[in-house]
Structures are given as structure tokens and as C-alpha cells.
């Protein structure tokens, strides 16, 4: 799996929106980009993923570069619940088992 | 839908003890679950991956007669840490993949061991 990169932390104001970089460089044509986040003491949660379109759920919206090298995960309004540990992943297939990077911590803050 | 529990949440126990763990899919039927171990301020490391009616597949370093992962149905699989000690604290997490669907992972909410 492809490995990689992304800032240990951020900060962001409370109802401002969060976006959080991840560089995988090395990602191959059949490796999707999850994103999942942790909240201290918690399991992760899985947010969402792509191939290589941009994705938009209830939680978040996912952009993914035309190279696909880089993507950005965008928390339109985060709140105080959003702060957490958030996980980017390439996997081919996260239904196997996930490889877990540091992740960037996001604070949010009043 | 996908919600999968753990038990305990929580555990303290004595040097020498063993401690079972239980993972749960509570809404799907899962062919595979995952553990994972997480240190504080670490991120999640896979200990094994857990096909029901198969024995594990244990990750490099991960003492396969020390953590015994039993898959006896489609929705539990069970994790016992054996004479466990103070180095074993963690927080162990599982997760589980659907048996039909997407391939998305969902995970417990974890479960913290205190061995003293």
C-alpha cells in the first residue's frame, strides 16, 4: 500500500472549515484514499473515501488532485466535536486490514 | 447499520491473569475481524486478522500463544490476553468487514486493559 504524509496537527476555529492535506506520492491506479478519524479514547470512525473523483457525504467532502498525489479532506463547519485524531489511508481494499499512519491531529477551538 | 461493540470497555487485572476481550457485530455478519493495539499517543498497530472457522493470521512480533483470537461465528470474535503483564496495557481495538457490500471497515469502540 501506498505510504503516506500528513501534518501532525492543526488548529482550526470553531465553525470555520478544516482542511486537512494528505500526500501519497507512490499511490497506484486501483488504490482508493480512506479517511477515517479518532476521537480520544474511541475507535475510528470511518468519514469517507475515493478513487479519484471528488466525494461529498454528511460528514465531510474528499478532493483528490488530478494526479491523485494529494488529497484534501474538508470539514465545512467543524465544531468542538470535531476535534480528533484523522487518519488518511490508501488501500487498495480496506475491507483487508488498514496500515494506520501518525494521522493529523485537528484541534478545534472556541 | 454496521455497528460493532466490544466488552469489556474496560479492564484492570492482576500480573499473571488472563483477560478476555469480546467483538461484536451487532447488525451484520462479518467474515473477518481485525485487532488492532494502540499505546498512548501511538497510532493503531494490526495484531491479526480473524476469519471465522480459520485460525489467525498474526502480524510479525505478535506472540500468536499470548493473544489467542478465537472466530467461532460470523458476528464475535474473541481476543484473550494469556499471563498477561504491565507491558500488555493498552487499548486493544477490533473491526469487522461485512459480509456482503462495500469494503469499508467498522470499528469497536475499544477496550483499555490496566494490568497491574
Known amino acids: 500500500d501506498a505510504k503516506t504524509t500528513q501534518p501532525p496537527s492543526m488548529d482550526c476555529a470553531e465553525g470555520r472549515a478544516a482542511n486537512l492535506p494528505c500526500n501519497h506520492s507512490t499511490i497506484s491506479g486501483n488504490e482508493y484514499v480512506y479517511w477515517y478519524r479518532q476521537i480520544h479514547s474511541q475507535g475510528p470512525q470511518y468519514i469517507i473515501h475515493?478513487?479519484?473523483n471528488n466525494e461529498t457525504n454528511e460528514m465531510a467532502s474528499l478532493i483528490i488532485t488530478e494526479d491523485r498525489k494529494s488529497s484534501t479532506l474538508i470539514l465545512p463547519h467543524a465544531t468542538l466535536r470535531d476535534t480528533a485524531v484523522y487518519y488518511c489511508?490508501?488501500?487498495?481494499?480496506?475491507?483487508?486490514?488498514?496500515?494506520f499512519g501518525g494521522g493529523t491531529r485537528l484541534m478545534v477551538k472556541p | 447499520g454496521a455497528v460493532v461493540s466490544q466488552h469489556p470497555s474496560w479492564v484492570i487485572c492482576k500480573s499473571g491473569t488472563s483477560v478476555k476481550i469480546e467483538c461484536r457485530s451487532l447488525d451484520f455478519q462479518a467474515t473477518t475481524m481485525f485487532w488492532y493495539r494502540q499505546f498512548p499517543k501511538q497510532s493503531l498497530m494490526l495484531m491479526a486478522t480473524?476469519?471465522?472457522?480459520?485460525?489467525?493470521?498474526?502480524e510479525q512480533g505478535v506472540e500468536k500463544d499470548k493473544f489467542l483470537i478465537n472466530h467461532a461465528s460470523l458476528t464475535l470474535s474473541t481476543l484473550t490476553v494469556t499471563s498477561a503483564h504491565p507491558e500488555d496495557s493498552s487499548f486493544y481495538i477490533c473491526?469487522?468487514?461485512?459480509?456482503?457490500?462495500?469494503?469499508?471497515?467498522?470499528f469497536g469502540p475499544g477496550t483499555r486493559l490496566t494490568v497491574t
Open positions: 473491526s469487522a468487514r461485512k459480509l456482503a457490500g462495500g469494503y469499508e471497515q467498522y
Open positions: 489511508i490508501v488501500h487498495r481494499n480496506a475491507g483487508n486490514m488498514l496500515t
Open positions: 480473524s476469519n471465522e472457522g480459520s485460525k489467525a493470521t498474526y
Open positions: 475515493g478513487l479519484k
